[in-house]
């Protein structure tokens, strides 16, 4: 059967039940670019985006067999790489709080304030 010719609902389930590969490529192809757009959008940060994305596509990949029909495929990737934005947004924030600010916070004892 040609790729091509399968829709995205066919394209998940031979992705979940058979882990076909060439499914995958042909899935990955068609959402890329809005994948990409919308991470871009979340993010504001070309390497985020990409790392979001790349994160967000293995966990299609490893989750295809529990899509459910009742969402369309688009929403469901989409929803699947917003998360992965904003994941990936909530790390960078802790990496970059300042020790200092956790120190003030504290009283001479080391307890908060």
């Known amino acids: 059967m040609e790729l091509q010719t399968l829709d995205d609902n066919g394209l998940l389930s031979q992705i979940g039940v058979l882990r076909d590969q060439d499914s995958f490529l042909e899935f990955h192809h068609r959402y890329q670019k809005a994948a990409y757009s919308l991470a871009l959008f979340i993010t504001r940060d070309l390497n985020l985006a990409e790392e979001a994305v790349q994160e967000a596509m293995l966990k299609v990949w490893l ?21 992965e934005c904003f994941k990936k947004l909530r790390s ?13 916070a504290l009283n001479s004892e080391g307890h908060p304030l």
């Open 63 to 83: 989750k295809a067999a529990t899509y459910r029909p009742q969402e369309t495929p688009r929403s469901w990737v989409l929803r699947v790489v917003s998360r």
């Open 92 to 104: 960078k924030r802790r990496s970059e709080r300042k020790p200092w600010l956790r120190e003030i």
